[in-house]
């Protein structure tokens, strides 16, 4: 009996254990930063990724590719999540972030393989962050001048099929996030991009007012409304369905001829609720039927039904219409008001534009391009510009990129490590290295000289802070004077999401899964696993931990 071993867990459960655990979780970060290193920077390549239905997306845009990746490894996952985080807070930094999450955790392995405790790593990169962010603040400089936000916003599209247009693009973006600032925010859920395929990018254009990509019901409807009355509604003008399990008797014709026009009379009184209202422009977010069309026609209102719930939000935003839930709470003070309001065509696509509104909260880009595929890329990097160039906005800093901050930081650590004492000061000296990463990743993705070109850039930051990596000549030069500028918020985001990610990840000591629970992960009949991450030693592949004793 005292050998017996002791089952405390379900048949079929897989356990790794200390070291096993955390280098199969280690490697699985580093496994994932490397798949989106080679997309960071101006010269960064794209991916390109198929899911099961054969739908094809070329992007380097790292959140994309590792949303479309669909990774199940969980400490990746982890960095997916961290990622997807960084683009919600301020929209870019997304590769980044998984880079230098993946930098520290090799770094750190290092350190344990020396014998160094994982507390005295975590507490080590937990103070480095802190003097990070303190020295990314110190380095700083203001930035609230239009001419400085284009400079943001041509950086954050560099390297991302715009580079031909990013200058034009990059005043559409400005322009658009300074219409719609209040309070000195720019709330970029208010601005809507608008792909439309055929032309050239430089065709692409900022909307007076706000684009909705509807045509109005019928044709015989009002195509041009000016001195336009607004309703938005979420009420259905539509008969309501009838119970399945309801009859109805009908046993003459009078009676059927009686039925019909009672279902007449319900939305004929529907419809002369919106008229009396004042409106003569209605859009819904429900159905309209067949017979309200008619009676809509026939009463002049120019009318658009299963309106998507962001357009809503951005016409009341734009008009001060007041979102109505039932039709009886419609009146005139509910409407909102634009000059005009008007169907347009746009090479082949129709879109209603919704102009002259005096106060508006909301703005549109018409984003042409010459196919799906070079628009939905080029969508992809509005949305990053749109978010750095509202974090400057609102936070009113910037730092200088080409890797000039980087490299400034991993000197001053240097300084502020060799202060520190104890084994402490060793984890802080690896941040600092693993913080090269960035500027060694974009000299590299330019096919570069790396080693010389880091040690120009250490040589140059003993007389300033300013000078980074010029991908497009291999010279190291004033990133400030070149104008390349990024964010501090980015910057200071993407380096607590990396720290605490890499921390989260470092504090795993056991991973103990259900039975089946990550063999959607495990490996293929090439030895890969699904993720497409590679197998671990003893591990079956990155998603499965079979080959576990049993718990004693």
Not at 10 to 15: A, N, Q, S, V
Not at 513 to 518: D, G, Q, S, V
């Amino acid at each position: 009996m005292a050998n017996q071993p002791i089952f405390i867990l379900p048949e079929g459960t897989e356990r790794y254990s200390k070291r096993d655990a955390l280098r199969m979780n280690i490697t699985a970060a580093k496994v994932l930063a490397g798949i989106v290193r080679t997309t960071l920077g101006p010269k960064g390549m794209d991916k390109m990724l198929t899911n099961s239905l054969g739908d094809v997306t070329v992007t380097n845009d790292g959140a994309t590719i590792m949303r479309e990746m669909e990774i199940n490894q969980p400490a990746a996952r982890m960095l997916v999540e961290t990622a997807k985080k960084q683009e919600e807070i301020v929209g870019d930094g997304t590769t980044s972030v998984v880079v230098i999450a993946g930098e520290l955790l090799a770094k750190a392995e290092e350190l344990l393989d020396d014998g160094i405790a994982t507390s005295v790593v975590v507490k080590g990169y937990r103070n480095a962050t802190a003097k990070a962010v303190e020295i990314l603040k110190n380095i700083a400089i203001d930035a609230d001048d239009e001419e400085t936000l284009k400079k943001v916003a041509v950086t954050a599209m560099s390297g991302k099929g715009s580079d031909y247009a990013k200058e034009h693009l990059a005043d559409l973006v400005v322009k658009a996030a300074l219409r719609i600032k209040e309070d000195g925010k720019s709330d970029i859920d208010n601005i809507n991009i608008q792909r439309v395929s055929g032309d050239s990018v430089e065709d692409s254009f900022l909307a007076e007012g706000i684009i909705i990509d509807k045509a109005p019901l019928s044709k015989n409807m009002p195509k041009d409304v000016e001195d336009a009355k607004i309703a938005i509604m979420k009420y259905p003008i539509e008969l309501k369905d009838i119970n399945t399990d309801a009859k109805i008797d009908i046993t003459s014709p009078d009676q059927f001829e009686m039925f019909l026009k009672q279902e007449e009379d319900m939305i004929k009184d529907l419809v002369n609720k919106v008229v009396d209202s004042g409106c003569n422009v209605l859009f819904c977010q429900k159905g309209i039927d067949d017979m309200a069309e008619h009676y809509l026609k026939k009463a002049g209102i120019m009318a658009f039904k299963r309106v998507k719930k962001s357009d809503m939000d951005r016409i009341a935003k734009a008009t001060g219409a007041k979102l109505v839930s039932d039709i009886e709470d419609l009146s005139e003070e509910k409407l909102g008001y634009a000059g005009h309001v008007y169907l347009d065509k746009i090479f082949d696509h129709e879109l209603t534009l919704i102009e002259e509104c005096e106060n508006p909260k909301a703005s549109s880009i018409v984003l042409r391009g010459s196919t799906r595929y070079v628009t939905e890329q080029i969508a992809r990097a509005l949305d990053d510009a749109l978010g750095v160039v509202a974090a400057t906005i609102e936070e009113g800093t910037v730092l200088i990129g080409g890797g000039a901050c980087e490299i400034d930081l991993v000197k001053q650590l240097r300084e502020y490590g060799e202060s520190v004492s104890g084994r402490e000061q060793l984890a802080i000296l690896k941040y600092a290295e693993a913080l090269e990463v960035i500027p060694r990743t974009l000299i590299e993705n330019a096919g570069l000289d790396t080693i010389n070109l880091i040690a120009d850039l250490k040589a140059a930051h003993e007389d300033s802070p300013f000078i980074g990596i010029n991908v497009f000549d291999g010279k190291v030069v004033d990133m400030k004077d070149a104008g390349v500028i990024e964010p501090l918020r980015v910057k200071i985001q993407a380096l607590q999401s990396a720290g605490e990610a890499a921390e989260m990840i470092l504090r795993i000591d056991d991973m103990i899964a259900a039975r089946n629970a990550l063999n959607s992960t495990g490996p293929d009949e090439s030895g890969n696993d699904a993720s497409g991450m590679p197998p671990m030693p003893g591990a079956g592949g990155m998603g499965g931990m079979g080959g576990m004793p049993p718990m004693m």
